[in-house]
């Protein structure tokens, strides 16, 4: 199997152009009803169902948006900031050369699943342009940096109180998700903002609309986003195949595989670098598809913290904890004293005190 790597352009969104990925969206029971029906050729606004009714709250009119400048592309098209009654993040979707009703109905089940997303560290799903050609998704703009800026771009360094903070907020978002019976599949340090102490999770469930996007590609490459390979659980990466997009749209993505990806997240937070940093892509195939694992043996750090990744990252997906378990192992990782503030003296420092003395 042949690997090409594509450097990012951007840091926001993730550039690949080949791996597209489609697995069954998880739906509640309105819209279960509404696959089985034989609504699947009306759009939105115009069925006279309940179900269709449903969705309509959530449709946006196209002609609705202030579409601004190019903030980043991505597997699903392309991201703008605009304008819907405030700033919003408009997630366009590539979609010239599919109209089928098929792909339709499947866009609209994923926006069923989106809508269902109402927590603090996970950004808000507004609604979703849903009349072909013109589809898109629309969301709360961010206005933080992603977590990749800070640890690759900017090479922030954060101490362990708020790493823990961070990777607290990450559990807490994607426990949600969980509970919810969605699975991101794709989390990463470019899907995570940062500001003001913040965490919030984007691009959930999108890997699902990846196919919608792009058509079958033949060919002997597989072309993936450079550092992508580290997130993905050992299961997963043994499922990529070359040159075979049907095989490649079923991979076995799942609760595990999320906390997998975690594990390098967390490993990010405390290193600056991905897993396996500076070994070919091949390697890292044969590596993390044979169970092996980054060495831990540099990292500065108490045994509890190197638990966290061991177990995140363990073999059998069934070894893997879930995000309660995460937040509990969190939790009792010791944290830093917060520094105290001086109080000043109530009497005046003497002047021939030496600056030694006084600082």
Known sequence: ????????????????????????????????????????????????????????????????????????????????????????????????????????????????????????????????????????????????????????????????????????????????????????????????????????????????????CHGNRKGEWLTIPKGWLCYLAPEVIRSLRAGSQQENDNLPFSRSSDIYAFGTVWYELLCGEWPFHGHPSEAIIWQVGKGVKQTLANIQASRDVKDILMTCWAYKDTERPEFSKILTMLSRLPMLPKKRLARSPSHPIHLSRSAESVF
């Open 1 to 212: 199997m042949y690997v090409k790597i594509e450097d990012p352009n951007n840091i926001y969104v993730d550039t690949a152009k080949e791996i597209t990925l489609e697995t069954k969206p998880l739906v509640d029971n309105e819209m279960v009803e509404t696959q089985k029906s034989n609504d699947s050729d009306k759009t939105v606004g115009s069925g006279s169902t309940q179900n269709s009714l449903s969705l309509r709250e959530w449709d946006i009119p196209y002609d609705e948006l202030d579409i601004y400048e190019e903030v980043g592309t991505g597997r699903f098209g392309t991201v703008y900031r605009g304008n819907w009654h405030g700033s919003v993040a408009i997630k366009m979707l590539d979609m010239d050369h599919v109209d089928d009703k098929k792909t339709l109905e499947t866009f609209k089940q994923e926006v069923a699943t989106f809508r269902k997303t109402r927590h603090e560290n996970l950004v808000l799903f507004m609604g979703a342009c849903m009349k072909p050609p013109k589809l898109a998704i629309v969301t709360s703009l961010c206005k933080g940096m992603t977590l990749y800026t800070h640890i690759h771009l900017r090479k922030d360094k954060f101490n362990l109180n708020r790493t823990i903070t961070i990777a607290q907020q990450i559990s807490q978002g994607m426990g949600y998700l969980h509970a919810r019976d969605i699975i991101h599949k794709d989390l990463k340090t470019k899907n995570i903002f940062f500001e003001n102490g913040k965490v919030v999770i984007t691009d959930f469930g999108l890997f699902s609309v990846t196919k919608l």
